[in-house]
């Protein structure tokens, strides 16, 4: 309980430009800036501290695509070597026909995925030239069934949790697959429809609900009391 | 010297009663409204989006859009609707304001529309699109190095005085009006300032200490705003 006080006091609301910590032997993290021995915030959200590690996390703005990053998106162009994928960034994401595990006729890259297909898969590389995507494991692709959502990209980690303890227990109680793409996205699969929608209702509530302290326990409350 | 008194009974250094509030456009991805006075003043953001058309991208660094427009019934006699020569002018003026605290190196090929409406208009209504501007990128979640906030110094004859009222601005006394627009980032950097008049070296340099003290008090309306927003959430 202590340990939970003083990780609450650590945390607080900044605005651009506003000094976080005064002092030597701090380092600047994501959303900060060093400034002679400040540090200062670049964005409006929250700080944190944890050791030396000043940052902020933001509240809005913009999905910003990372290497690793697991994405849901949709198929807005079919080329002659790959697919364009809209993922929420203002520039479209590459398939290469390269990046699909599967034999695919160089002909037919509609037998894969058509303009209009949703899919998920994972940013391998960024470069100046674009984002690259890849689908080479389990579980990407095309998406067939299921309900895609739309949620804040900056309200993603907190939808995942610790370690994905969060979302871990929403898959578990709603006996759905969820995939969460960073950018905001999310793809869930059930065994029907009632199932998805709670699932959904759950995600909801916990992207509503993100700023409030221990919200496992106030989600596990949640999912008890509105299951049928 | 007798006491300079000014129509309204403010003291020379006071500013009108400021309100502000951020969140007020759902639909944009950051808003804010900024009040002075009768002066108020909707800023809405979109984006950073892609640039179109496509020749007007710069792969260097993304571009700020401002446009600010006076509603039709902001004054008392209607003005005509649609931008302007004075709104054109005052449009370029936010984005130069602006820019030099947006990391706008973030997004290249990409803009960040600020549209910026004057719901009703008393006199500093270029300061109020500015500290409405600031706060809803902000809100937006854009990375800017400082906030910006706005003030207008005023000369009537002589006497400097802080955030003039339309009234004021139509002061035809000795030399005259005067109005200096400053914007300022939080540590009193200079992004903006014009001179509609005539100013001495002396004055110049008084109405600059001035604007300082003053957009000091603009930007701690502007910061409570902005936590206020995130406070209710908690």
């Given at each position: 309980m202590i340990s939970k006080m003083t990780e609450e006091n650590k945390r607080k609301i900044v605005i651009p430009g506003e000094t976080i910590v005064e002092g030597d032997g701090y380092l600047p993290g994501e959303g900060t800036e060093k400034r002679g021995n400040k540090i200062v915030a670049q964005r409006f959200g929250l700080s944190e501290e944890s050791d030396n590690l000043v940052k902020v996390i933001a509240i809005s703005g913009p999905y910003i695509p990372r290497r690793g990053n697991t994405v849901v998106g949709k198929v807005v162009n079919v080329l002659a070597n790959g697919w364009l994928i809209d993922?929420?960034?203002a520039e479209n994401a590459f398939l290469s026909l390269m990046e699909v595990p599967r034999f695919v006729n160089k002909d037919a890259l509609e037998e894969v995925m058509e303009i209009g297909d949703m899919m998920a898969g994972k940013i391998w590389n960024i470069s100046k030239r674009g984002i690259d995507l890849s689908i080479k494991q389990r579980g990407f692709g095309r998406i067939s069934q299921g309900i895609i959502m739309k949620v804040n990209p900056n309200k993603v980690p907190r939808i995942i949790g610790k370690e994905g303890s969060m979302i871990k227990l929403i898959k578990d109680e709603t006996h759905c697959e969820i995939t969460v793409g960073q950018n905001g996205f999310i793809w869930i699969n059930g065994e029907n429809v009632e199932d998805e929608i709670f699932a959904r209702r759950a995600i909801d509530f916990v992207s509503d609900k993100s700023y409030i302290h221990g919200l496992t326990e106030v989600l596990t409350k949640w999912l008890s009391e509105n299951k049928k | 010297m007798t006491a300079f008194k000014r129509p309204d009974g403010r003291k020379i250094e006071e500013l009108r009663p400021i309100t502000a509030k951020v969140g007020v456009v759902p639909n944009a991805d950051g808003s804010a409204i900024y009040s002075s006075g009768n002066t108020i003043a909707i800023a809405a953001v979109y984006g950073p989006k892609k640039m179109h058309?496509?020749?007007?991208?710069n792969p260097e660094k993304g571009t700020l859009r401002c446009t600010y427009l006076m509603n039709?019934?902001?004054?008392?006699?209607r003005i005509k609707p649609g931008p302007n020569r004075r709104s054109m002018e005052i449009s370029k003026i936010t984005e130069w304001a602006l820019e030099p605290v947006i990391m706008l190196k973030n997004f290249p090929n990409q803009v960040i529309d600020v549209h910026i409406n004057i719901i009703q208009a008393d006199a500093g209504t270029r300061c109020a699109g500015i500290n409405a501007a600031a706060m809803a990128l902000a809100h937006a979640g854009i990375p800017m190095k400082s906030m910006v906030s706005s003030i207008s110094i005023g000369k009537l004859d002589k006497q400097l005085v802080v955030d003039l009222t339309k009234e004021e601005e139509d002061?035809?006394?000795?030399e005259g009006p005067t109005d200096i627009p400053i914007s300022m980032t939080d540590?009193?950097?200079?992004?903006h300032l014009q001179l509609d008049g005539k100013i001495n070296h002396e004055q110049m340099k008084e109405a600059i200490e001035m604007a300082k003290e003053a957009t000091k008090k603009v930007y701690e309306i502007q910061k409570q705003a902005l936590k206020n927003a995130l406070e209710e959430k908690k």
């Open positions: 993922v929420g960034y | 058309p496509q020749h007007s991208q039709s019934f902001s004054v008392s006699d002061y035809h006394v000795g540590d009193g950097q200079i992004t």
